[in-house]
């Protein structure tokens, strides 16, 4: 059974953010996090993969469209970042009662691999259970939007292509479907939002949904 970062009390709240690139998951944790910090929350911004030294290294590696990388290891690269992010930063801020907004988390891996790379969500959770020790968010935000129109807006940024970008369309509507039935399946965890309105629509509707957390 996952753990909920609220369970002790003092302790901080982990938010996390998903959806797919192109669904705007940066502008809505950037937004956030200056918002909660307005309030007075003590509030810190982390991003998967990366957030500490090794994870930036790990990512690094998954990002680059030059390298090999098989799905089972690629799952396995995933969440030894996540693990090393969880022991250093997320755990240690959570205690200290600080609250933690992480761009992408576990179920960017069920719905990557787990799904778009069709090594099953089962497994994957596994992996990722063991990676976190348990950790789960107090609070999910699915940015929700066609793969189409998020893979045209990331089109439009002018950066190198990663690794995953290179995929089919096919792979990606895997992923969006797979998003869907986490949220589905855990309404008390996730809040879906539409992330084809305008940004500031976007953030407010994230900050109501965060609300009940005590922001």
């Known amino acids: 059974m996952l753990a909920s970062a609220a369970g002790m009390p003092g302790r901080g709240r982990l938010i996390t953010i998903e959806g797919l690139d192109g669904a705007g998951k940066t502008t809505v944790a950037n937004a956030l996090a200056t918002r909660l910090a307005e309030r007075g929350v003590e509030v810190t911004l982390l991003r998967e993969p990366g957030g500490v030294p090794a994870a930036e290294r790990i990512r690094a590696l998954v990002k680059d469209p030059e390298a090999r990388i098989g799905a089972r290891a690629e799952a396995l690269l995933y969440a030894a970042a996540r693990a090393q992010l969880v022991e250093e930063a997320i755990e240690p801020m959570l205690a200290a009662g600080t609250w933690v907004l992480v761009d992408r988390f576990v179920d960017s891996s069920l719905a990557y691999q787990g799904a778009g790379r069709g090594l ?66 855990d309404p008390d965890r996730f809040r879906v939002i539409d992330a084809t309105r305008s940004p500031d629509t976007v953030v407010d509707e994230a900050l109501r949904a965060i609300e009940d957390l005590g922001a």
């Open 120 to 185: 099953g969500i089962g497994p994957v959770r596994d992996v990722n259970v063991f990676a976190t020790g348990g950790l789960a968010p107090d609070r999910t935000l699915l940015l929700e939007i066609e793969p189409a129109l998020g893979r045209a807006r990331t089109s439009t940024r002018g950066e190198p292509v990663d690794r995953l970008e290179l995929e089919r369309d096919e792979f990606f509507q895997r992923i969006a479907a797979a998003y869907r039935e986490l949220a589905d399946q």
